[in-house]
């Protein structure tokens, strides 16, 4: 028996792939590890030349370091990524060990592989989960969570991953990444049709390679409609309460069942999504509580309108738009003999006919327009975008919709409250106070010329 055969039978032992290539790049020797990696058998490769297997480009990138072994007789240890004939990509392990002749000739290389994709695949996804879980400093946004679900879905080799939320029985797909199936986010399913379902009755990650022998999932809804023969989810918890599930799905069988470090990468995908969701519901009610804060800096308290602040604000708006060629007209409005209604019946029956008033100016003016509860009975209407026609118009609107209020006594007497209007447009060098001062000037015009009537600004108030 050779020194070959022995060496050979010895190698056809190891898990390891071997290989023995010639100087003409020939297999002159595969062991069944390495074949089997190619889909073939030993005898379909032996005495077929490296380019049968290898793509063009890998091939042109790892003959320089035959070339050099056959010239040096060097060993040689590094890792690649090899496309193959059939499209396939691995990461690669390798190490050249040259066979030399008594002559000191390279005769041969005998190339051991180690298929390494699998462990660099976990690395990138292990990557990705720590940058995902610790990027302090940026805005935490959907795109993390996407980012997260392409790495899943590439590396579990599935046609879809989602994340999920739940509530009242209504699953909705709030994050996708899929190029196979027809979802979308924002797709609203009932629960029970759902492997999500599934997961949630087992209240922890399942998994399944082959739906249609899993008594879990054979009969289920969602086998029954999509067919989905591969599933892995975990549920996501988020300030211990159940939030929704994190799922890939395929529609065929994958030719390994998950493995532990799959499984495992996935309860990994499943916390860091649960710190990004739970870091934007702080950011979130951050941001509601900052503007809960802000409405209610600039609302009257006492009728819900917008206070002087806000009315200010608006004005200074109106202005810059104004540079645009867009004028605006501004209202003073004061409840007619406020004081008697307030001496004679009290501040309780005051406030009531301010409120029912400042309800019925409300409702008469157009949506882009403001009421403003400036203080006391003085309120203040901005018209967006008005001429002096139109805003007579609404002005008059609003004087009428005051006067056909009517606040009941519990005694059964009545009220019915009028108001005094003062407007002006606005003229390309206002300020504030200039179209503010005008209305204004034009109320007092109003009230002495006998109340409940609207008044426009005069060109002598300018």
Known sequence: M?????????????????????????????????????????????????????????????KPNHDHIFATGEKMEFSDSVTFRNGRKSFLDIRYLPEIDEQDNVIGIYVLIEDVSDYYASVDVMRTIH?????????IDPASIDELLKVGVEYLGVDI???????????????????????????QLPLATTYCSVVLKANHLIYTNDASKDSRFKEHASYQTYGLETYIGTPLIINDQVWGVLGFARKSKRAEPFTELEIEMVRMMGTALETVIAEQKIRSDLIRQRDDMALIAYTDALTGLKNRSAGMEILEQSLVRQN???????????????????????????????????????????????VVRVGGEEFMVVLAYADHESASQVLERVRAAVEETVVTLDSGEVINPTVSVGASESHPDDDVSSIYRRADQALYKAKREGRNRVVWASESDV
């Open 161 to 187: 991953g989602t994340a999920s939320s739940i509530q009242n029985g209504t699953y909705t797909i709030e994050w996708v990444q899929t190029a196979k199936m027809d979802f979308s986010a924002g797709t």
């Open 131 to 139: 940058e995902v879980i610790h990027k302090r400093g940026r805005r």
């Open 324 to 370: 645009g060629g867009r004028g605006f007209v501004v209202s003073v409005i004061d409840f007619d003999h406020f004081k008697t209604i307030n001496d004679t019946y009290g501040h309780d029956i005051g406030d009531k006919v301010l409120i029912a008033g400042s309800e019925a100016m409300s409702a008469a003016v157009r949506s882009s327009d403001s």
């Open 2 to 62: 050779t020194k070959h055969h022995i060496t050979h039978r010895i190698i056809e032992q190891l898990p390891t792939m071997v290989a023995y290539v010639d100087r003409d790049r020939l297999f002159r020797y595969v062991n069944t590890s390495y074949a089997g990696f190619f889909d073939l058998t030993p005898q379909e490769m032996l005495g077929k030349p490296l380019t049968d297997v290898l793509s063009e480009e890998s091939y042109q990138r790892i």
